[in-house]
């Protein structure tokens, strides 16, 4: 059975160098997609003219395509609607991925019940070292009650063996997708945007596909952001208050009836040390001191938690009937 076609979609901005040694991965891959989709946002023309001076280091199918805004999501989904594919491939422009990297995701498609594949990261810093490794027991994760947990980042060399298993997220810069198992990424989303992936994923699965985690299928990551650095400095908005938004909206535009009061129940309470719940506030103010700040903190988070699960209610309500796998075949 023949592989699916693909194209490839990088939102990109303001890392011209970094997008050339991604774009230089992905010229050398053993199956070579219909189309590579750089987008370059707002007016980051260094990013668009990087791509132009590669000439022929460039990838076979490379195009660009612009987003008016700098916004991921919005760039994320201008590349989704330029991609004429049945499978659309995604990674970060800070990202190397292995020449098999197309290959095993395609392998996957062959199966019609999949939706949607990923793969993990191995993260290095600016000097070239890698990340400490570990060997999380729970990967992609979420629990009935609303806590996530992610773990998809720098396993131990031993977790490549593991065989593929069934998720309920995927890491953005390494994951794939059925066109016809989701919709867009939400543009209700907060920058930095956290939990879109969540939210892509819960489409594909309230679709009747199953998501699907591939240990093996490793790319390599060299971030850049500072906004996941552990304190209390700078913008707390992007740091905390915005993915406190997000998740409460992505929960309750997904949870079913049953699990919402109790997904929101422990959003509330427990949260977490960096967007502490009730219960979490004890623990923040051990680990970052100043108990005032903190409780202004946790106040602000409530304020932004029931913000999002207002809209995410909205967006449930108005929301068309989704058709599920067996009806899509």
Same mark, same amino acid.
């Given at each position: 059975?023949?592989?699916?076609? !693909?194209?490839?979609?990088?939102?990109?901005?303001?890392?011209?160098?970094?997008?050339?040694?991604?774009? %230089?991965?992905?010229?050398? $891959?053993?199956?070579?997609?219909?189309?590579?989709?750089?987008?370059? $946002?707002?007016?980051?023309?260094?990013?668009?003219?990087?791509?132009?001076?590669?000439?022929?280091?460039?990838? &076979?199918?490379?195009?660009?395509?612009? +987003?008016?805004?700098?916004?991921?999501?919005?760039?994320?989904?201008?590349?989704?609607?330029?991609?004429?594919?049945?499978?659309?491939?995604?990674?970060?422009?800070?990202?190397?991925?292995?020449?098999? *990297?197309?290959?095993?995701?395609?392998?996957?498609?062959?199966?019609?019940?999949?939706?949607?594949?990923?793969?993990?990261?191995?993260?290095?810093?600016?000097?070239?070292?890698?990340?400490?490794?570990?060997?999380?027991?729970?990967?992609?994760?979420?629990? *009935?009650?609303?806590?996530?947990?992610? @773990?998809?980042?720098?396993?131990?060399?031993?977790?490549?063996?593991?065989?593929?298993?069934?998720?309920? $997220?995927?890491?953005?810069?390494?994951?794939?997708? /059925? %066109?016809? &198992?989701?919709?867009?990424?939400?543009?209700?989303? %907060?920058?930095?945007? $956290?939990?879109?992936?969540?939210?892509?994923?819960?489409? =594909?699965?309230?679709?009747?596909?199953?998501?699907?985690?591939?240990?093996?299928?490793? =790319?390599?990551?060299?971030?850049?952001? @500072?906004?996941?650095?552990?304190? /209390?400095?700078g913008d707390l908005n992007v740091k905390i208050y915005?993915?406190?938004? @997000? /998740? +409460?909206?992505?929960?309750?535009?997904?949870?079913?009836?049953?699990?919402?009061?109790?997904?929101?129940?422990?959003?509330?309470?427990?949260?977490?040390?960096?967007?502490?719940?009730? !219960?979490?506030?004890?623990?923040?103010?051990?680990?970052?001191?100043?108990?005032? %700040?903190?409780?202004?903190?946790?106040l602000a988070t409530w304020k932004h938690n029931l913000?999002? *699960?207002?809209?995410?209610?909205?967006?449930?309500?108005?929301?068309?009937?989704? /058709?599920?796998?067996?009806?899509?075949?």
């Open positions: 059975m023949p592989l699916p076609d !693909a194209s490839v979609v990088i939102p990109s901005i303001g890392r011209p160098a970094a997008l050339v040694n991604c774009l %230089r991965s992905l010229a050398n $891959q053993t199956v070579v997609p219909c189309r590579i989709i750089v987008v370059w $946002q707002a007016d980051d023309i260094a990013t668009r003219d990087a791509v132009l001076a590669m000439g022929g280091e460039a990838p &076979a199918g490379l195009e660009l395509v612009h +987003s008016p805004e700098a916004n991921m999501v919005g760039a994320l989904n201008a590349g989704m609607r330029a991609a004429d594919t049945d499978i659309i491939l995604r990674t970060d422009d800070d990202a190397i991925a292995p020449p098999d *990297w197309i290959e095993r995701h395609l392998a996957f498609y062959r199966d019609p019940t999949i939706g949607a594949v990923g793969g993990p990261y191995d993260n290095f810093h600016p000097d070239g070292a890698p990340f400490m490794k570990r060997a999380p027991t729970r990967v992609g994760e979420l629990t *009935w009650y609303g806590k996530a947990f992610g @773990n998809m980042y720098d396993h131990e060399p031993a977790m490549r063996w593991w065989a593929p298993q069934d998720v309920d $997220q995927l890491p953005g810069g390494n994951m794939s997708l /059925r %066109r016809g &198992a989701c919709g867009e990424y939400d543009p209700h989303l %907060r920058r930095y945007w $956290q939990d879109n992936e969540l939210d892509l994923c819960l489409q =594909v699965k309230s679709r009747g596909y199953r998501v699907v985690f591939d240990f093996a299928n490793v =790319v390599m990551h060299h971030p850049t952001s @500072n906004v996941s650095e552990p304190g /209390r400095g915005n993915g406190a938004y @997000n /998740r +409460s909206f992505v929960l309750s535009k997904h949870s079913p009836p049953h699990l919402r009061g109790v997904r929101l129940l422990y959003i509330l309470m427990v949260g977490s040390v960096a967007a502490p719940g009730l !219960a979490a506030l004890p623990i923040a103010v051990k680990r970052y001191g100043r108990p005032a %700040r903190e409780l202004r903190i946790l913000a999002g *699960w207002g809209d995410g209610a909205r967006v449930r309500a108005a929301a068309p009937p989704l /058709r599920t796998a067996c009806e899509s075949q």
